[in-house]
Every structure is written in structure tokens, then in C-alpha cells.
């Protein structure tokens, strides 16, 4: 069920790279919303404007974001981006919008995209929540430093890539050399149609060292067992062993999430890892030898072992428990442009999630070929 509001914009509160952040008066003196406009998809409001807008997930107090959605201008047309491509994203909605994906025949990057068959051993990091995007990119770093790195936005959450603040910065602070908008999302520095073509653009359009595949904001979960967006990571753990690519899996942990199920390791992991999961990975955890190794760090590692390497292997599947250190993590995380917040929790507040993100990073970053 849909509900919409209509108001008359107030004021421009700020924008980031494709987005808009504006304040609306609603009618009949109902009070005042905030709201984001996508510009490829309404242009930008401005000032006076009457604007439509979808108050769905602002009303039920959801907890991404806290904005309304311009859904509408009615008393502007915006112009239409050009655009050569005839790929459709958001396909048979309202908002449907035509792009140039790096695999559309009218694209310059069609031939490379047609020819390519493997992406050449490129590690490919997987996590579940998009707040593990920044923590991962300092892990990397913090091994090597001038690794080029590509963020696959997949379409499990928000589809629009560019309302992901965090890469925004990202890119201006040149920490990102591209984001891929993959499958149903949109709003990248370059748009494909699956996951896989994605991977193959990150390796042979960007020239990226590394990839990270990530859902944008909006992480949907249930309590069921199988019931969360994020279970969509093994689907890109399965398309970079396809590709030839060396899988790395970040652990979702937790030492203050309130909710037993996420607490140490996450169920959403051993779900993703240990039943989906199809193909050996690397799983990255403290080494023992690190001086802030606790017994949290030890229990994290016995329920990796009990509900990802065992129920894995009954299947067949042999994944690698490896041990990174985590010298210098907590300095690189902390010197990232972006503030480092999971499920409203800062990394003060909770340093784990971040350090096991930055722990894939660094994992991957010592699979690359030295030059």
C-alpha cells in the first residue's frame, strides 16, 4: 500500500553527487518532511515548487534513511538525460529509467564486455550490509595502498546507487575508482545488467585490482532464517568463482548488537556461507597472534567453525579459515573520510563489524600480484 503526500518545497538543505535533500511543507498545515530527489529521475526541486512525494518508510519509522521520496514535479517536466543505451533499470515501475550499460551493443565498453570471458584472478569481497564498504576499502589500504578498487552496487536494497553518501565521498576522496550500478540498480559511474558483467567491467573497463559486491542501504530482514536481502552475497561469491576470481567472504559479527541472533557471529553469515554457499572462499579472522586477541575474537572463530566450515563441508565445500593481522586496522579505519556507523551503532560504540571488514580487506589486497 502506497502513501502519498503532496507539499510545496521550502528550502534546498544540501545534496551529494545525483541527489537532492530538500524541505517540504506538506498541505493543510499537516507540518514539514525532509525528502530526496534523484535527479536522473525528477531533475531538482526547487523552492516553491509543489512536489509528490512517498512517505512510506518515513511514516513507519524505518530505520534507513528518514527522508520522504520525491516521486514527482507535477508542475515541471524534467528534461530527459541523452542517452544511447536502451537498457531499462527499475524495469515496469513508475520510474523506470534508460542508461548506458557497459554491455548494451550501442555502448563503447560493448566489445571489451563481449570478448571477456574471466576476470584474471581479481579478489572479489563480498558482505552483507553496506556499512562494511568503508571499513573494507581501509583494510585494503592499510595493506596496499594504491590498489584500484571497484564497489559492485548490487539491487538487494536501495536501488539507486547514488543515494550511498558514503560512496559519494569515497570517489571524491579518490578512495573508489568506480561504482558499478549491477542488475536493477542504478546511478553508478558505469551501469551493467548482472552481476557478472559487472565483475568482468570492474576488471576490464576500470582496471581494478580488487572488487567489493555490496547491497546498497536498506539491508531488509525478517528474523527467518532465510528471509534477509543480504543472502544475495553468495549469488556474487558464486559469480566470481564462475569468472576466475578468488572469493572473500567479511564475517558479520557483532559485540553489541542487542539481538541474539547477530550477536558475535551474525546467523545472516553462517546462513550465506554455511548453507548457500556453493564454492570455497577465504574467511577472514583475527590472528591469534594479535595482542587484542580475546575470547570474543575466540568465539567468533569457534562459531565460524561449528556453523560455516562444518555444515560447508558436509557439502562438499572447503572453505579456508585464514588469519589476518590486525596491526594498524584500527588507525586506518578511524583516518577513513566517512563516519563509521552499523545498525546505528559508531565504531567506538562497536569496533568489531569494522575490524572483521577491514580484515577482508586486507586479505584481499595479499592475494594481488606484487608488480
Known amino acids: 500500500m502506497l502513501r502519498w503526500e503532496r507539499g510545496t518545497v521550502k528550502a534546498a538543505l544540501g545534496s551529494w553527487p545525483g541527489v537532492d535533500r530538500v524541505e517540504v511543507e506538506l498541505e493543510d498545515d499537516a507540518g514539514t518532511l525532509t525528502a530526496i530527489a534523484y535527479r536522473e529521475l525528477t531533475g531538482c526541486p526547487q523552492p516553491g515548487e509543489t512536489v509528490l512525494l512517498n512517505t512510506n518508510a518515513v511514516r513507519r519509522e524505518l530505520g534507513t534513511g528518514g527522508d520522504a521520496m520525491v516521486v514527482a514535479r507535477p508542475e515541471v517536466l524534467p528534461e530527459a538525460a541523452p542517452t544511447d543505451g536502451h537498457m531499462v533499470k527499475a524495469r515496469y515501475t513508475p520510474m523506470q529509467t534508460m542508461v548506458d550499460a557497459i554491455d548494451d551493443p550501442a555502448g563503447e565498453h560493448y566489445e571489451t564486455l563481449r570478448t571477456a570471458k574471466r576476470i584474471d584472478g581479481m579478489p572479489v569481497i563480498v558482505a552483507d550490509l553496506h556499512s562494511s564498504l568503508p571499513a573494507i576499502i581501509a583494510g585494503i589500504r592499510a595493506q596496499r595502498r594504491t590498489l584500484r578498487i571497484a564497489y559492485v552496487h548490487t539491487d538487494a536494497a536501495a536501488l539507486p546507487a547514488v543515494y550511498s553518501r558514503s560512496a559519494a565521498r569515497l570517489r571524491e576522496a579518490d578512495l573508489l575508482s568506480a561504482v558499478i550500478s549491477a542488475g536493477q540498480s542504478f546511478g553508478g559511474d558505469l551501469e551493467a545488467v548482472s552481476v557478472h558483467s559487472a565483475l568482468l567491467g570492474a576488471r576490464h573497463v576500470v582496471g581494478a585490482d580488487v572488487a567489493i ?80 586477541y580475546n575470547g570474543f575474537h575466540e568465539s567468533v572463530r569457534k562459531q565460524v567453525k561449528s556453523t560455516i566450515l562444518k555444515p560447508a563441508r558436509k557439502r562438499g565445500v572447503l572453505h579456508q579459515l585464514t588469519e589476518v593481522d590486525a596491526k594498524g586496522l584500527r588507525d586506518a579505519l578511524e583516518e577513513m573520510p566517512v563516519r563509521m556507523t552499523t545498525m546505528g551503532r559508531t565504531l567506538a560504540e562497536d569496533p568489531s563489524p569494522f575490524l572483521y571488514a577491514a580484515l577482508a580487506g586486507r586479505c584481499a589486497a595479499m592475494l594481488t600480484p606484487r608488480d
Open 213 to 292: 559486491v555490496i547491497q546498497g542501504p536498506g539491508n531488509l530482514g525478517t528474523g527467518t532464517g532465510w528471509g534477509f536481502s543480504g543472502v544475495q552475497a553468495a549469488e556474487a561469491l558464486h559469480a566470481a568463482t564462475v569468472l576466475g576470481g578468488q572469493g572473500v567472504a567479511t564475517l558479520r559479527v557483532s559485540e553489541a548488537d542487542e539481538r541474539e541472533r547477530h550477536r558475535g557471529l551474525s546467523h545472516h553469515s553462517s546462513t550465506v556461507y554455511g548453507r548457500a554457499l556453493l564454492t570455497p572462499v577465504q574467511l577472514p579472522v583475527m590472528a591469534r597472534h594479535d595482542s587484542r
